[in-house]
């Protein structure tokens, strides 16, 4: 009867805010050592972005990302910082993260953000210093 070897380590799937030079971005990230499959991030509320013109808490991205690989990250646009919050957009966000491993085992984390530490950054662009509003 032949052994399965077992691969140690397991997927584990994040997601963050990212601030750039007065952009917004949204990363889903594997920072596990194994892939992870049906990968599904859900808000506990709905934002926009795109200066108002999408609502990217309902992209398909976040339904169902089918494999994402060991160390591989997708980012997505959310919208320039100073858009996103003269808007009025949710600073506190809080997305549930859940996907499985190559063996169908269910891992779930529950991540929460406060965006609001991004509202006074200034930047320098490359033809003037800008500050968050």
């Known amino acids: 009867m032949a052994k399965t070897e077992i691969t140690p380590g397991r ?3 994040i997601l963050e805010f990212l601030f750039d030079r007065g952009i917004l971005s949204i990363s889903i990230r594997n920072i596990g050592t194994r ?7 859900s808000f506990d509320g ?14 398909p991205l976040f339904r169902n990302l089918e494999f994402l690989g060991p160390a591989r ?3 997505t646009l959310l919208d320039t910082s100073a ?7 949710p600073t506190r966000i809080s997305a549930r993260v859940s996907y499985l491993d190559a063996e169908d085992r ?5 991540i929460d953000h406060d ?14 210093n800008h500050e968050a509003e």
């Not at 858009?83 to 957009?89: E, L, P």
């Open 106 to 110: 269910k891992y779930e984390a529950t």
């Open 11 to 13: 997927p584990e799937v």
């Open 35 to 41: 892939a992870a499959k049906k990968v599904a991030i």
């Open 73 to 75: 990250e997708i980012v």
């Open 83 to 89: 858009s996103y919050f003269a808007r009025k957009q």
């Open 46 to 59: 709905s934002f926009t972005g795109f200066g108002g013109t999408k609502e990217v808490s309902a992209l």
């Open 115 to 128: 965006l609001e530490i991004y509202r006074d950054l200034s930047w320098v662009s490359s033809t003037t």
